[in-house]
């Protein structure tokens, strides 16, 4: 890492770096905290880099310009939070459907409703898989640090082209406006979206034509004809047909589901331990601390949360005793993480929520594990 | 070009119906696009939901058809990630003007460089004829059943108040005065406004006595009144679309730069 650049930086500054460093082009923001520092960073380095930063009437305007400027054939990314990300569901549903690349920065605050502006919560995480309406998959990242808001974002966006598919990066405002050490490496990987008409060998080409479709960019004579709407893969709308209908649901799941080991990211801390804790972003705060001073305590950090990453859950469950999640929300990934882990074989899969904005304190999950017995 | 090069005739049959006004505006938008001689390759459309935001999946060219009300969100995003593409957007007056009023607004106040033409049928005509924020006051839909209480939106004036570069209103019994009307917004730059109003005989006409679309027609003609005849007399009359008359003629052409000069990203399309 010794030709790293080196930054003191706030984490919405980090993403902001990252999205540049991905091939950002296109953004489209409106003013939410504690989302809004990406906006005004983006507002300030992106059109010196060649690109179009663009303040829309709402979060639904965001969205649906950032969609539009995908088909374009250039990156797109739109930043929000809480209220935000509730006006965007539909359009995140027409990306999943029409298959279009965008990234969305969700930094995340305390909900429901205006909730809690200025505080962190997790509060998200079930709505960023299951907030439109139909059966789709998405891609989302939780970063736990200002490094990880960075390579994170290269990875939202990396995975977005790569399977053409709206991809997250679930931040929080603990992480967004936090402050802390930032390495910009001098090689990052880039991966861009497999074009129809342009052969190119890259990890995007390495997907089947059958799972993810070269993209048909517009402006290029490809006759593109996009919809939200049941259609063909020659485009042709067929709302009527249940095979049809079937058959592109599916692949849509599918695309995702069936590539998760490619997509998923964690860290394990002392592998072995009896009891495991499994957290993500902010809600890892804590445990991280204790097993890092106790090797009784493992701790699996999901830096991925959609889709599942079911083996690394099923791996640690296979082999400890007793597991403890911890999340900034009341459980939404909670009964997912069970599902897996009772699967693989473990005993008990206990909860500790807290919400109200700050992530749990060493203490608290050390009383947990107290009354659930185990230290 | 021949129209059937134009329109995607592998697409066929349309969704529209007999008597529908959209076919008259798919033609004469074929007229204005080839007469200018204009490059399909380098032009995309952009549809809402609804009726007229079908039109974009039946042209021979890039087509993108959006969640419903944001075609002009979608737009902006298109237009601005490649400015060597022209972008013309179809939608209705439901898409337009109700759920993407806002969106409608702010198009017009940033003066991005797209053709938008609206066309206004006075109702939600793909669901099955409610009523519309153009829905003229005392009319039947079915969700008036007793009439329209409420009093219409006047899309033209809007998009003058709010920015546009260029509007203009005509109906579709106007073929020659809409056809120009496109002609002088596909080479203009900023945002231009072209409203269609429009028959749905199946919908609207069939529920208001004017099953027959030529009657339809027929009172386009009769209530039509040119905006320079108009301007005296429609003071004060607050109901201009329909219910009285409908002020037809150029609401505004002026050369606001557009969003595209003002951010200094490089030339306008067309």
């Not at chain 2, 902006?76 to 022209?86: A, I, M, Q, V």
């Not at chain 2, 009093?151 to 203009?168: H, M, Q, R, S």
Request: proline letters at 5%.
């Amino acid at each position: 890492m010794s030709d790293a650049k080196e930054y003191f930086v706030q984490g919405n500054e980090a993403c902001v770096e990252a999205s540049l460093a991905s091939g950002l082009k296109f953004f489209a923001g409106y003013p939410i905290t504690p989302s809004t520092e990406v906006a005004e960073g983006l507002a300030r380095r992106l059109p010196k880099a060649g690109g179009v930063f663009l303040q829309m009437e709402d979060e639904i305007a965001c969205i649906s310009a950032v969609i539009g400027a995908s088909w374009g054939g250039v990156k797109a990314m739109t930043a929000t939070s809480g209220p935000g990300f509730s006006l965007m569901q539909e359009a995140i549903g027409y990306a999943a459907m029409s298959e279009t690349p965008v990234v969305l920065v969700n930094v995340m605050r305390g909900g429901p409703s205006t909730g809690q502006p200025t505080r962190a919560s997790q509060g998200d995480v079930a709505q960023t898989r299951f907030g439109s309406h139909g059966d789709y998959q998405v891609i989302a990242f939780a970063p736990a640090s200002v490094q990880e808001m960075f390579d994170l974002t290269v990875e939202t966006f990396n995975f977005s082209e790569k399977y053409r598919v709206p991809a997250f990066l679930l931040s929080d405002a603990e992480i967004g406006h936090m402050r802390g050490l930032l390495r910009v490496p001098p090689n990052i990987e880039v991966i861009d979206r497999k074009e129809l008409g342009v052969r190119r060998q890259d990890k995007a080409s390495e997907v089947p034509d059958s799972l993810v479709h070269p993209f048909p960019t517009f402006g290029r004579g490809h006759k593109t004809m996009v919809t939200g709407m049941t259609h063909t893969d020659d485009s042709r709308i067929e709302p009527e047909d249940p095979v049809v209908h079937s058959e592109l649901v599916t692949r849509l799941n599918e695309k995702i589901t069936r590539s998760r080991k490619d997509i998923n990211r964690w860290e394990v801390i002392n592998e072995d331990a009896r009891i495991m804790i499994v957290a993500y972003g902010s809600s890892s705060f804590g445990a991280r601390e204790i097993a890092a001073n106790d090797r009784r305590i493992g701790l699996l950090r999901l830096k991925s949360l959609w889709p599942l990453p079911e083996e690394p859950i099923a791996d640690v469950a296979g082999k400890c005793e007793k597991m403890l999640v911890c999340e900034m929300n009341l459980g939404q990934m909670y009964p997912h993480i069970k599902r897996v882990a009772l699967e693989a074989g473990c005993k008990t899969v206990e909860l500790l929520p807290k919400i109200g904005g700050d992530p749990q304190k060493p203490s608290e999950v050390r009383s947990k594990l107290r009354e659930m017995g185990v230290i | 070009m021949d129209i059937f090069d134009f329109y995607r005739k592998d697409r066929w049959p349309h969704v529209f119906c007999p008597g529908c006004g959209i076919g008259t505006v798919m033609n004469c938008f074929y007229r204005a696009f080839n007469e200018l001689g204009l490059d399909l390759e380098k032009t995309a459309f952009v549809g809402g939901i609804g009726c007229s935001s079908r039109i974009p999946l039946y042209i021979n060219s890039d087509a993108l058809h959006t969640t419903h009300g944001r075609a002009l969100a979608f737009a902006t995003g298109l237009r601005l990630s490649r400015l060597d593409l022209s972008v013309v957007v179809f939608t209705g007056d439901g898409d337009l003007g109700a759920i993407g009023g806002n969106h409608f607004i702010n198009g017009c106040r940033r003066n991005v460089d797209m053709t938008v033409i609206c066309i206004n049928n006075n109702i939600y005509g793909m669901t099955g004829g409610q009523a519309s924020i153009t829905t003229p006051h005392d009319y039947q839909s079915t969700t008036t059943p007793y009439g329209n209480r409420e009093y219409p939106f006047d899309l033209a004036e809007i998009a003058v108040a709010a920015g546009a570069n260029y509007v203009a209103r005509w109906t579709t019994r106007h073929v020659h005065e809409l056809t120009k009307a496109m002609k002088t917004a596909l080479q203009k730059k900023g945002f231009r406004f072209v409203e269609v109003v429009s028959q749905c005989p199946t919908n609207f006409g069939r529920r208001n006595k004017m099953a027959d679309p030529t009657q339809m027609l027929e009172w386009f003609r009769e209530s039509s009144v040119r905006r320079d005849k108009a301007r005296t007399a429609a003071v004060d009359h607050v109901d201009l679309n329909l219910a009285g008359q409908i002020t037809v003629g150029e609401f505004v052409s002026r050369d606001r730069e557009c969003y595209e000069e003002l951010l200094g990203v490089g030339k306008h399309g067309v």
